[in-house]
């Protein structure tokens, strides 16, 4: 039997998670929370000794491809629609640091 959620749980599991919860929002919170928790209480009542644990549910395979190399863009080509170059590099607006 899962712990039961009441307000104050939820507000310290708000607290926890850094979120600021209005009492109407907490109180809605305990509710899913009391939900979810009967449901896994409800899939704790199934038979799985003879269920091969699994990371999926389905079979997954990489279907990245291989790397092969091909043509590069030339400077010129990769530069041609940047507003602003210099030389070979794309120049940007400083961000970070000092603004001089």
């Given at each position: 039997?899962?712990?039961k959620i009441?307000?104050?749980?939820?507000?310290?599991?708000?607290?926890?998670?850094?979120?600021?919860?209005?009492?109407?929002?907490?109180?809605?919170?305990?509710?899913?929370?009391?939900?979810?928790?009967?449901?896994?209480?409800?899939?704790?009542?199934?038979?799985?000794?003879?269920?091969?644990?699994?990371?999926?549910?389905?079979?997954?395979?990489?279907?990245?491809?291989?790397?092969?190399?091909?043509?590069?863009?030339t400077p010129?080509?990769?530069?041609?629609?940047?507003?602003?170059?210099?030389?070979?590099?794309?120049?940007?607006p400083k961000?970070?640091?000092?603004?001089?």
């Amino acid at each position: 039997m899962s712990p039961k959620i009441d307000f104050d749980l939820t507000r310290h599991i708000g607290l926890l998670s850094r979120l600021e919860l209005s009492d109407d929002e907490v109180q809605a919170l305990a509710d899913h929370l009391a939900h979810i928790l009967q449901y896994v209480d409800k899939l704790q009542e199934l038979d799985t000794d003879n269920v091969e644990p699994m990371a999926h549910a389905v079979a997954i395979h990489n279907v990245l491809a291989d790397d092969v190399i091909g043509q590069s863009l030339t400077p010129d080509a990769a530069l041609a629609n940047a507003p602003q170059r210099d030389g070979d590099f794309f120049k940007v607006p400083k961000v970070i640091g000092d603004s001089q």
